[in-house]
């Protein structure tokens, strides 16, 4: 058979399989439905929240709120560059969105570091309750990640790797927002160290195996 | 196929099949085939420029074809379409240079193999002269690609050995046995004794 007659061949095919398909939602919809995920897990979590601790740690010094807008804007604007670059014809570009919120997010944890004066009220984060923190991070973060997946899985993601590390960093900034609700401490050098590892474990996890899985949906 | 430019220079007008496309999202099967049909030569187009070797590009096409029947859904008719399907089209040719090159990478040609691998396919000059065919048979050596035809005439023909063709031409022997397996199969199909074809 020649290639026209084989490529007329698979268009009769695809058009006779065709059945009426309902159209995608926006970027920003499909944002906007994993965000209420995000928000049934801080609802389920507030009811562990200490709310006046929270609100005077955070009010005490901008580091500790800026890092949380950081977070929490890192997370909102990653799932909509995800969403956006799952999309084929959209500009890969939209990833750009996500890097200053997590700038804001890692300048801002790292001055809380290094800031000499302690918070009032609270104490340092004590060393083994970093491996809780991880584990808090890691158990929050893989649940999202799927989530985020398989809505991601809907779309036809061209750059599969890309989005992949966009969907980890989502859930990895979505994690550290929800971990403020019941972390009682100060910043310190070792719980930034966990936030880092576990950010760069939860997109490396979603590099690979993410990534596998948009890829197949792609095919 | 038409060259590079074939897009610009059939008229496409890009509203025109987004429209289709909003009427094939809506089941509309003839909307789908004209759609699809359409986008064959813009695909194809996008695939040379992207570095798809000629003999490759259908693959790329026809695997356009499928991604475009996956990715239905992820199509807004209130943006333009080409925008929608070169960004398609370039990531599949770019996916089939990729595989080609892990292909390439990973498969070693073995000259001496290659060279004496018997062909117990029936002689198509043999053929030919049994069915009394040898005047189709010289009209289709003829429409033959000057690499071929040569090869054809002086193996097949002159019956020279591939060390005295190879002589004579100047080309590689395995370059020689390429060309004329090349010849051979396209005679066979064109004197329709190849079932393959």
Redesign the interface.
């Known amino acids: 058979m020649s ?1 026209t007659a ?2 007329e061949a ?3 095919r ?11 939602p ?1 970027p920003w919809k499909r944002t906007a439905f994993w965000l209420v995920a995000v928000l049934l897990i801080g609802i389920v979590l507030s009811r562990f929240t200490d709310f006046a601790a929270l609100s005077a740690r955070l009010r005490s010094v901008p580091d500790m709120w800026l890092s949380q807008v950081g977070a929490a804007l890192t997370a909102i604007f990653a799932a909509w560059a995800a969403f956006q670059t ?5 500009s890969p570009q939209a990833a750009w969105v996500a890097v200053p919120p997590a700038l804001l997010w890692v300048c801002a944890s790292t001055a809380g570091c290094l800031r000499l004066t302690p918070i009032a009220g609270t104490v340092p984060e004590p060393p083994m309750h970093a491996i809780e923190c991880l584990k808090f991070l890691l158990l929050v973060s893989v649940p999202l990640a799927s989530l985020l997946t398989w809505r991601l899985m ?3 993601p ?2 599969p790797g890309l989005t992949a590390v966009l969907a980890g960093l989502a859930s990895a900034g979505a994690a550290s927002c929800l971990l403020t609700l019941i972390h009682p401490f100060d910043a310190t050098a070792d719980d930034l160290l966990v936030h880092l590892l576990a950010v760069l474990t939860v997109i490396a996890l979603c590099r690979g195996a993410g990534k596998r899985l948009l890829d197949r949906a ?2 | 196929m038409a060259g590079p430019s074939e897009d610009k220079a059939i008229p496409i007008d890009d509203r025109a099949l987004a429209e289709l496309m909003r009427s ?4 509309d ?2 909307a ?2 004209a759609v ?2 359409a986008s ?1 030569p813009i695909v194809a187009a996008s695939a040379r420029r992207t570095g798809v070797p000629r003999d490759a590009v ?1 693959d790329v ?2 695997d356009v ?12 008719p209130a ?1 333009p379409f080409l ?6 089209a370039v ?1 599949r040719a770019i996916d089939a240079l990729r595989s080609q090159g892990r292909r390439g990478a990973r498969e070693a040609d073995d000259e001496i193999a290659y060279l004496n691998h018997p062909d117990d396919r029936p002689d198509v000059f043999e053929e030919a002269s049994r069915l009394g065919d040898a005047g189709r048979l010289r009209a289709a050596i003829a429409t033959l690609p000057p690499r071929q035809r040569e090869a054809i005439e002086i193996i097949g023909l002159r019956e020279q050995s591939l060390e005295e063709a190879s002589a004579a031409t100047g080309s590689s022997k395995v370059a020689l046995k390429v060309n004329f397996f090349r010849a051979l199969k396209s005679l066979r199909g064109r004197l329709g004794n190849d079932p393959d074809v």
């Not at chain 2, 925008?83 to 398609?88: D, S, T, V």
């Open positions: 290639d084989t490529q698979l268009i009769d695809l058009a006779g399989t065709l059945r009426p398909v309902r159209r995608l926006s799952s999309v084929p014809g959209r809907r779309a036809c061209l750059r792609r095919k | 094939a999202q809506a089941g099967k003839a789908y085939q699809l049909r064959v259908d096409v026809q074809l499928l991604t475009i029947h996956r990715a239905l859904p992820t199509y807004d943006r925008p929608w399907l070169r960004a398609i990531r």
